[in-house]
């Protein structure tokens, strides 16, 4: 892990976990050039000396922005709203009105205190074979317990499995009445929510028992799946798929 500033902004962190390609996603959308620094979470490398310097909470991502002074922030979030704040001067993905501001803050606090960041490193079963790195929100707990848990805890999967819908049937009924959730237009409170909701679809929630959620919650569905076809998207989204087989693949 070696710091680089050939470009205005550094960010630490691949770009394959939920909360680092939250941050990507944004830069890319914007049209900010960026380094990426791999820290190795599977081996600890998030809680070494060099990258707590960036980070004394030991999580990715964090970002290092080199025509602030070098400013570091961390916290995907965080890092979201400074980006919108400082550089989306046209708003392309943020608001201008107030009330909308803090409603899209409230949006972003809503994905991270349901969705999640996930961290390898505490899992007891850790290992370079494993390529999701898990969290302690509701998403991140139903993939720990269906993926990792050394035992199986068919109660503790339905759980959180269940907050999943639950999250999920939140953000149905609000975009039953509209078509993105601030502003009327596309921004990062409707972004952040891509990636983990990718993952619920195509694995948390894939065998849950009577669920259909393209009838169930159609409304969410469409939202997803018009957030998913936006080019910046679809590019991030394929390249984690080849990234997961690539590593599934290694580890047969």
């Not at 996603?25 to 791999?38: D, P, R, T």
């Not at 400082?86 to 608001?95: F, G, W």
Request: include cysteine; hydrophobic fraction near 40%; glycine fraction near 6%.
């Amino acid at each position: 892990m070696a710091l680089t500033n050939s470009k205005p902004f550094t960010l630490y962190g691949d770009v394959f976990p939920p909360s680092p390609m939250n941050v990507t996603i944004v830069l890319n959308e914007l049209g900010l050039e960026y380094n990426i620094v791999s820290v190795d979470v599977a081996n600890g490398e998030h809680k070494g000396p060099e990258f707590t310097k960036l980070n004394p909470n030991g999580r990715v991502p964090a970002l290092v922005d080199h025509l602030n002074g070098d400013f570091v922030i961390w916290e995907s979030s965080a890092i979201i709203l400074y980006l919108v704040e400082r550089y989306d001067k046209n708003k392309k993905l943020s608001v201008a009105v107030a009330d909308d501001k803090f409603s899209m803050i409230q949006w972003l606090f809503f994905q991270a205190s349901g969705q999640g960041f996930v961290d390898l490193s505490s899992l007891p079963s850790c290992n370079e074979n494993h390529t999701f790195y898990l969290s302690r929100p509701y998403f991140g707990q139903a993939a720990h317990f269906m993926r990792y848990h050394p035992k199986k805890i068919p109660s503790a999967i339905e759980r959180y499995q269940k907050e999943i819908v639950r999250v999920i049937s939140v953000l149905d009924s609000v975009l039953s009445k509209q078509d993105w959730l601030v502003g009327g237009k596309v921004t990062v409170a409707d972004l952040c929510f891509v990636p983990w909701n990718r993952g619920a679809l195509n694995m948390l929630l894939k065998d849950f028992d009577g669920l259909d959620v393209q009838k169930q919650y159609p409304s969410f569905y469409r939202w997803h799946k018009a957030l998913t076809q936006r080019p910046v998207v679809a590019k991030f989204m394929e390249l984690q798929a080849q990234h997961l087989k690539e590593m599934q693949d290694k580890a047969q």
